[in-house]
C-alpha cells in the first residue's frame, strides 16, 4: 500500500518524477527477466552496460552534444570535482579564473586555492550577500578555465545568459539546473552536476567533458583522480553508483518521452517560476530576495515579515503536505524548489496555501 505522497519542494535530495519512481518499483525485483535486481546485477553484465551507455547517449541527444564531448559519472557528487577540477584542468604557470556567486562557488574557489593554484576570483557578488548575478569582468585570456556556479541553490540566484570568456574554456556547476533547459555546449571544457537536485539520486555526478580537456590531465595524479581513468572506461573503472546511473537514465528517458526534450521542459520550469514570482511580487507579506533580473527558474527563496512568522508557516505548510520549503540553514527563510520534477499542480498547492497564510496572519 502507498502511503500519502507530498508536494516535495526539497533542495536535494529532492524529487524524481512519480513515473520514475513507478518505473523503478515495476522493475525492481526481476530486472528485465534477469531473475534479479538492478542492485544485484553484475556492472560488467549486458544490463548494466546497457544501462550506462544509454544514460550516455539519451544525455548526448538531450544536449546535442557532439562526438568531442565525453559524458561520464563519476561518484562524490559535485564536491568531488571541486578538487577534481583544478587538478586535471589547471595547466603549469598559467592562472584559474573563478566567479564567486555563493558557498557553492565559495568551496570551489577554497579547493584550488589548496592545491595551490594561482586563483584569480574575477568577480563576485558577495558585498549584497550574493543575491545577484555580476555582470561586468573581464575574464584573464591566460586562465586555463573560467569556473561558475550556472544556479546558486542557497541563494536562489542562476546565470540567464552565460559568461563570455572568448578562447578559455568555461567550467561550470550545474548541479541545480542541469537539463532545466537547453544549452550550447560548445563554449565548454567541462559542466558538472551532483545528480540529486534535477536528475537523479545522490552520489554521483555527471560530468561532461569535452575530449581536448582530457589532454590536460598529469600522469601523477592518484587513479581515481584522473579524468582520463573514467573516460578510458566508460566510467566503470571500478564499480559505479549503479542504482544512481540506472534512475538518471530513467529520468532521461523521461524528460525526452514524456516531456518532450529541454525546450519543453524549459517552458515549463518557466511557467511555474513566474506564476510563483509574481505571486510574491503581488504580496505585501512574502517578500523575494534575490534581485529580479538574478532570479532561478529552480530555487525561489523568500521571507515573511518575521522569523517567527517563516517558522509557522514552514511547519503549517508540511501539514497541508508541502514539504521542504525552509531555507537552507546558512541564510534562514524559505526557499521552495521546483526543480523538473515538481510539477505545475505542486506550485499552484503552494501558491493557494501561501495565499491561505497571507489572509490570515498577513
Ligand atoms: C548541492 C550542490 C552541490 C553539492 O553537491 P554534493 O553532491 O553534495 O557534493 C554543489 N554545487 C551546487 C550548485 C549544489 O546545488
Avoid at 301 to 314: D, S
Wanted: aromatic fraction near 10%.
Amino acid at each position: 500500500m502507498m502511503g500519502k505522497r507530498i508536494h516535495n519542494f526539497n533542495a536535494g535530495p529532492a524529487a524524481l518524477p512519480f513515473e520514475v519512481l513507478e518505473e523503478i518499483q515495476s522493475e525492481l525485483l526481476d530486472y528485465k527477466g534477469s531473475g534479479m535486481s538492478i542492485l544485484e546485477v553484475s556492472h560488467r553484465s549486458k544490463w548494466f552496460d546497457d544501462v550506462i551507455n544509454s544514460a550516455v547517449e539519451r544525455t548526448r541527444k538531450l544536449l546535442n552534444l557532439g562526438e568531442d564531448f565525453e559524458v561520464l559519472f563519476i561518484q562524490g557528487g559535485a564536491s568531488l570535482q571541486f578538487c577534481m577540477i583544478p587538478m586535471n584542468l589547471g595547466l603549469k604557470g598559467r592562472p584559474v579564473n573563478y566567479v564567486n556567486t555563493g558557498t557553492w562557488s565559495t568551496k570551489a574557489i577554497k579547493e584550488a586555492e589548496i592545491q595551490g593554484k594561482d586563483v584569480n576570483v574575477i568577480a563576485s557578488s558577495e558585498d549584497k550577500g550574493f543575491s545577484y548575478i555580476p555582470e561586468d569582468f573581464a575574464v584573464d585570456g591566460n586562465a586555463a578555465y573560467l569556473h561558475f556556479t550556472s544556479n546558486n541553490t542557497i541563494k536562489g540566484t542562476q546565470w540567464s545568459r552565460f559568461p563570455d570568456a572568448g578562447d578559455v574554456p568555461l567550467v561550470s556547476d550545474m548541479s541545480s539546473d542541469i537539463l532545466s533547459r537547453p544549452l550550447d555546449a560548445a563554449p565548454f571544457g567541462l559542466i558538472y552536476a551532483g545528480a540529486q537536485k534535477n536528475i537523479g539520486p545522490s552520489g554521483t555526478a555527471m560530468v561532461i567533458i569535452r575530449k581536448d580537456m582530457l589532454d590536460r590531465t598529469p600522469d601523477h595524479l592518484p587513479t581515481m583522480l584522473k579524468y582520463t581513468t573514467f573516460a578510458e572506461k566508460n566510467s566503470m573503472f571500478n564499480t559505479p553508483a549503479c542504482m544512481a546511473v540506472y534512475t538518471i537514465d530513467l529520468v532521461l528517458k523521461w524528460i525526452d518521452e514524456r516531456i518532450g526534450g529541454l525546450q519543453k521542459m524549459e517552458a515549463v520550469n518557466r511557467e511555474k517560476a513566474s506564476m510563483l514570482y509574481d505571486f510574491i511580487d503581488q504580496s505585501h507579506f512574502f517578500r523575494g530576495t534575490a534581485e529580479k533580473e538574478s532570479r532561478s527558474l529552480m530555487n525561489v527563496t523568500f521571507r515573511l515579515p518575521n522569523e517567527a512568522l517563516e517558522k509557522e508557516f514552514v511547519a503549517e505548510a508540511l501539514e497541508e503536505g508541502l514539504g521542504g520549503l525552509k531555507g537552507h540553514r546558512s541564510v534562514g527563510g524559505c526557499r521552495a524548489s521546483i526543480y523538473n520534477a515538481t510539477g505545475l499542480e505542486a506550485v499552484r498547492a503552494l501558491m493557494g496555501f501561501m495565499a491561505e497564510f497571507e489572509k490570515k496572519r498577513g
